[in-house]
């Protein structure tokens, strides 16, 4: 343990985590049209910037700030709802830095590394020593105390937090090659043809967009970086190349401080950036034991408690008996004579008599009407689902009705496709 943790406490006291949240996330197609993609619903009652948050909280940090951007009402409200109980008599802080031309009246924020560069300021005022930069749209459970412990025990300048991936998969990612200690020795930010990991040729080592500093570290890349022309004024991109090159930057494995739910969990982690990972992940909350344990006391996941109703199940009668089989049900929700199974269904959802629902993710506030039949669907919310409404069994016709099919089979029902087949 650092001499400043054993002196002091943690070294989670002496940090502040920075959330990156401004991104739209264009590949969730009509979900992100009103709400960047980090207040997207997940898992029933949460939103994804939840986790990242959740994970600074239970790793003992108390000071957080998150940049927003992209369409942010959605993502601001949440935040003042749910995360409005930082105190600072008690050295906690809270802020939420919407991008606001504090720089020049023609700049927004130009990217992940000017979202930090343009809060400086506000950041100073805190004085805190070290920052953990996050992103906001990842789901997965993690105690940030190791990777800043491993910071400081390795005397790096960055620490970025990395994971194990497919190489196919890759593509996405900025991908790190490391030598026996663990320094970066490369970095490459979305390579066409990744490279593998030593002894494991079908995989490479990728960055999660997890980053560690000293604060007045960054603050100096941050101001050569903002002072050069070429730049586009992303970590990715920018910042963490040049420290590989100019610094010492090291590879925190997320194996070392994933939070598991038994000794023999896989680590969890997801990019539910495209509708296909965002329904696969929220569906697997219905297995008997999925890998993303919601029930877990010892590392809650923090969000705004909506006051709701408690669940209710209506009608027992042969036909039309409200069940739901494999499902997780949300409060303030009434399934009243239906069927659901393997099914995910938010807060203030009303599924009516007859209707079958099957392998959907329903948000919250949609009404499915009597003899609908809803099956391998992300349902967005508010939608009212006519009486007798079919869709999820047959994708061309499905198509052809203007309703989003993906690659994977999954369909995505709005507001507004409902109205255009109503008129």
Same mark, same amino acid.
């Given at each position: +343990?650092?001499?400043?943790?054993?002196?002091?406490?943690?070294?989670?006291?002496?940090? %502040?985590?920075?959330?990156?949240?401004?991104?739209?996330?264009?590949?969730? +197609?009509?979900?992100?049209?009103?709400?960047?993609?980090?207040?997207?619903?997940?898992?029933?009652?949460?939103?994804?910037?939840?986790?990242?948050?959740?994970?600074?909280?239970?790793?003992?940090?108390?000071? %957080?700030?998150?940049?927003?951007? =992209?369409? &942010?009402?959605?993502?601001?409200? /949440?935040?003042?709802?749910?995360?409005?109980?930082?105190?600072?008599?008690?050295?906690?802080?809270?802020? @939420?830095?919407?991008?606001?031309?504090?720089?020049?009246?023609?700049?927004?924020?130009?990217?992940?590394?000017?979202?930090?560069?343009?809060?400086?300021?506000?950041?100073?005022? =805190?004085?805190?020593?070290?920052?953990?930069?996050?992103? *906001?749209?990842?789901? =997965?459970? %993690?105690? !940030?105390?190791?990777?800043?412990?491993?910071?400081?025990?390795?005397?790096?300048?960055?620490?970025?937090?990395?994971?194990?991936?497919?190489?196919?998969?890759?593509?996405?990612?900025?991908?790190?090659?490391v030598d026996a200690s663990d320094r970066i020795i490369a970095f490459q930010e979305k390579p066409a043809?990744?490279?593998?990991?030593?002894?494991?040729?079908?995989?490479?080592?990728? $960055? +999660?967009?997890?980053?560690?500093?000293?604060?007045?570290? #960054?603050?100096?890349?941050?101001?050569?970086?903002?002072?050069?022309?070429?730049?586009? /004024?992303?970590?990715?991109?920018?910042?963490?190349?040049?420290?590989?090159?100019?610094?010492?930057?090291?590879?925190?494995?997320?194996?070392?401080?994933?939070?598991? $739910?038994?000794?023999?969990?896989?680590?969890?982690?997801?990019?539910?950036?495209?509708?296909? $990972? !965002?329904?696969?992940?929220?569906?697997? #909350?219905?297995?008997?034991?999925?890998?993303?344990?919601?029930?877990?006391?010892?590392?809650?996941?923090?969000?705004?408690?909506? +006051?709701?109703?408690? &669940?209710?199940?209506? /009608?027992?009668?042969?036909?039309?008996?409200?069940?739901?089989?494999?499902?997780? @049900?949300?409060?303030?929700?009434?399934?009243?004579?239906?069927?659901?199974?393997?099914?995910?269904?938010?807060?203030?959802?009303?599924?009516?008599?007859?209707?079958?629902?099957?392998?959907?993710?329903?948000?919250?506030?949609?009404?499915?009407?009597?003899?609908?039949?809803?099956?391998?669907?992300?349902?967005?919310?508010?939608?009212?689902?006519?009486?007798?409404?079919?869709? *999820?069994?047959?994708?061309?016709?499905?198509?052809?009705?203007? @309703?989003?099919?993906?690659? *994977?089979?999954?369909?995505?029902?709005?507001?507004?496709? @409902?109205?255009?087949?109503?008129?």
């Amino acid at each position: +343990m650092s001499a400043l943790a054993s002196a002091s406490g943690p070294l989670a006291r002496h940090t %502040m985590a920075y959330v990156l949240a401004g991104g739209r996330g264009s590949r969730l +197609m009509e979900l992100t049209d009103v709400r960047a993609k980090p207040a997207v619903y997940f898992g029933g009652k949460l939103r994804i910037i939840d986790f990242a948050l959740s994970n600074a909280l239970n790793s003992g940090i108390r000071r %957080m700030a998150v940049a927003t951007q =992209y369409k &942010a009402h959605s993502l601001i409200r /949440h935040l003042q709802r749910g995360w409005n109980f930082f105190r600072s008599e008690r050295n906690e802080s809270f802020d @939420i830095l919407p991008a606001s031309q504090r720089v020049a009246e023609d700049k927004w924020y130009l990217g992940t590394a000017d979202a930090v560069f343009q809060n400086i300021d506000i950041i100073e005022s =805190y004085e805190p020593k070290y920052i953990i930069i996050l992103a *906001g749209d990842h789901v =997965y459970k %993690m105690d !940030y105390e190791p990777m800043l412990q491993q910071h400081v025990d390795q005397g790096a300048d960055v620490t970025v937090g990395c994971l194990e991936v497919p190489r196919a998969e890759a593509t996405g990612f900025g991908v790190i090659h490391v030598d026996a200690s663990d320094r970066i020795i490369a970095f490459q930010e979305k390579p066409a043809d990744p490279p593998a990991m030593p002894g494991k040729p079908d995989m490479a080592l990728a $960055s +999660m967009g997890i980053y560690v500093f000293e604060t007045r570290f #960054l603050f100096e890349a941050l101001r050569a970086d903002a002072a050069d022309p070429g730049s586009s /004024h992303d970590f990715g991109k920018d910042i963490i190349p040049r420290l590989v090159r100019e610094a010492k930057a090291v590879a925190h494995s997320f194996e070392k401080s994933c939070v598991r $739910s038994t000794a023999d969990a896989v680590p969890y982690w997801r990019d539910v950036g495209t509708l296909d $990972s !965002y329904f696969a992940a929220n569906i697997d #909350l219905t297995d008997v034991v999925p890998d993303l344990d919601l029930f877990d006391r010892d590392w809650p996941l923090w969000t705004y408690g909506e +006051m709701t109703a408690p &669940a209710k199940f209506v /009608h027992d009668v042969e036909g039309r008996r409200g069940m739901a089989l494999s499902s997780v @049900i949300a409060g303030g929700t009434i399934i009243s004579g239906a069927t659901l199974r393997r099914s995910l269904v938010f807060s203030g959802v009303r599924v009516n008599s007859w209707a079958e629902v099957e392998r959907a993710v329903i948000l919250p506030d949609v009404n499915i009407g009597q003899h609908a039949r809803v099956s391998n669907a992300i349902v967005e919310r508010g939608v009212k689902i006519p009486p007798h409404f079919v869709v *999820g069994e047959d994708p061309q016709a499905d198509r052809d009705r203007g @309703i989003r099919v993906t690659d *994977g089979g999954i369909r995505l029902i709005t507001r507004k496709m @409902i109205d255009d087949l109503q008129t």
